[in-house]
């Protein structure tokens, strides 16, 4: 949609620096004074970096000062050129709506996640884990969603089989749903920030790291970040905690990223928490090492 047209139109002040790909006006659903309320310009999605995510057409009739009745004609009159030129120029979240491949896991998936002390069960309850199945795209593997404010918005796949097997496949380790096939660009948001609430968050390499030490970790599946994701941080967060996996790469992009972080005005420190125990990654902590680097990191308890 043309948000830049629309407010210019209506006289309402907007800025699209916050964050790439977004318009943002003041938000109309809480106190915000500046700009946190962001229009997507791909799709029908609003988010505030302050009270969350809310429903477009209603974010857009508080905006604008409009009744709902005309809301459907807004949208269409400010429809098209915008969104056509930049789908032309560039990869774009497309899909309005996500339906995981399956709703369970095989024998061969549970014994995956078994096999890493993870319950199959709570992963599907809390963070909507399933597995891929045995046919199509994503097969063999287990299906991690990226949500934001309760809404699937994208998914990555991470394989089930053996590194052997991997390498004799030549197939990716993780697999990502594309682009064009996600609600929001998966590069422009982060893993878990729906159980980040707090001004304090710790963010980790992986999803599977996230999901062992819980509430409070985040990750971007990788130690890279996009801009997109750095302002995303500085947004909701005023301190960071970094913990990457304990190798020497990573570390590396740990310190880059942090210096980044903290050059927009967030509290970084990097950990080396793993090290502390002798262990790798998050993925090879007990749930008492889990609850001792929760309590160290100044995290409740969960
Ligand atoms: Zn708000």
């Given at each position: 949609?043309?948000?830049?047209?629309?407010?210019?139109?209506?006289?309402?002040?907007?800025?699209?620096?916050?964050?790439?790909?977004?318009?943002?006006?003041?938000?109309?659903?809480?106190?915000?004074?500046?700009?946190?309320?962001?229009?997507?310009?791909?799709?029908?999605?609003?988010?505030?970096?302050?009270?969350?995510?809310?429903?477009?057409?209603?974010?857009?009739?508080?905006?604008?000062?409009?009744?709902?009745?005309?809301?459907?004609?807004?949208?269409?009159?400010?429809?098209?050129?915008?969104?056509?030129?930049?789908?032309?120029?560039k990869k774009q979240a497309k899909a309005i709506q996500l339906t995981l491949p399956t709703n369970t896991f095989t024998p061969a998936e549970r014994k995956y996640l078994k096999q890493r002390n993870f319950s199959p069960k709570l992963l599907h309850e809390k963070y909507k884990i399933v597995g891929g199945?045995?046919?199509?795209?994503?097969?063999?593997?287990?299906?991690?969603?990226?949500?934001?404010?309760?809404?699937?918005?994208?998914?990555?796949g991470r394989s089930i089989l053996s590194k052997q097997k991997i390498d004799e496949l030549k197939i990716p380790r993780y697999k990502n749903l594309s682009i064009e096939q996600s609600v929001i660009d998966p590069k422009s948001i982060l893993y878990n920030l729906d159980n980040?609430?707090?001004?304090?968050?710790?963010?980790?390499?992986?999803?599977?790291?996230?999901?062992?030490?819980?509430?409070?970790?985040f990750c971007s599946f990788g130690t890279e970040l996009t801009q997109a994701q750095i302002i995303e941080i500085k947004n909701r967060f005023s301190k960071v905690f970094i913990m990457f996996d304990n190798e020497v790469e990573a570390q590396i992009k740990a310190r880059k990223f942090g210096l980044q972080i903290a050059s927009m005005g967030v509290d970084v420190e990097i950990v080396d928490a793993y090290g502390d125990f002798d262990k790798n990654d998050g993925g090879e902590l007990t749930e008492s090492e889990v609850q001792i680097i929760r309590k160290e990191l100044g995290l409740n308890a969960c």
């Open positions: 949609m043309n948000f830049v047209k629309l407010f210019t139109d209506y006289k309402i002040d907007f800025n699209t620096r916050v964050n790439r790909g977004w318009t943002n006006v003041t938000c109309p659903f809480c106190d915000d004074k500046t700009f946190n309320g962001g229009f997507n310009d791909a799709g029908d999605y609003f988010h505030c970096w302050k009270c969350g995510g809310h429903d477009f057409k209603e974010a857009l009739t508080r905006v604008v000062n409009i009744s709902f009745n005309e809301v459907d004609i807004l949208i269409e009159q400010y429809a098209g050129r915008n969104s056509l030129l930049n789908k032309l120029n199945g045995i046919t199509g795209a994503w097969k063999y593997r287990i299906i991690i969603p990226l949500i934001l404010d309760g809404k699937i918005v994208s998914w990555t980040c609430m707090s001004k304090t968050a710790v963010l980790t390499e992986g999803a599977f790291d996230v999901m062992r030490l819980g509430d409070g970790f």
